[in-house]
């Protein structure tokens, strides 16, 4: 959690404060299981990346956090490279998520891991993206579901 709201702090510089959304108590999202993956610096965590399946090929990132205190520095980039590597070894085909298009530690960072928008998301990432429309996401800045093949 640490992690988590230290990079927050990051997107509130670009105007996204995650704090004002209003998630409903109720709101949880289907899983089927999660991965986890983490980045240590002197035993402690710098990063964190989670995961859950969304099909049985395709693998959906939920989160990437790096302390900003370790940004600029690889972590991130580290953390997907792991994860990629772990979702080809299972047998995944792609990961997926949604991200702010524009958002140069979002969109941009995520394209330069090969990552694209996806022209036809499956129907998870059109519910999720539903769920970040009613939750007033789009607000923030234009969102965008990624997908980075394997």
Do not use: K
Not at 75 to 90: F, H, I, K, N, Q
Not at 106 to 125: A, I, K, Q
């Amino acid at each position: 959690m640490r992690v988590e709201h230290a990079a927050q702090s990051l997107l509130a510089e670009q105007g996204v404060h995650l704090e004002d959304v209003a998630v409903p108590e109720d709101f949880e999202e289907p899983t089927a299981w999660t991965l986890e993956v983490v980045a240590e610096l002197d035993r402690r965590i710098v990063g964190m990346a989670v995961l859950t399946e969304s099909t049985p090929h395709l693998l959906c990132l939920d989160q990437v956090s790096v302390d900003p205190r370790h940004g600029r520095m690889g972590v991130g980039r580290g953390l997907l490279l792991r994860v990629a590597d772990v979702g080809r070894e299972l047998g995944y085909s792609a990961i997926t998520g949604t991200t702010f298009r524009d958002v140069v530690f979002n969109g941009p960072f995520y394209e330069s891991l090969g990552c694209v928008e996806d022209p036809d998301p499956h129907t998870v990432m059109l519910d999720r993206r539903r769920v970040e429309r009613s939750l007033c996401l789009d607000r923030f800045g234009a969102r965008v579901v990624m997908l980075m093949p394997l």
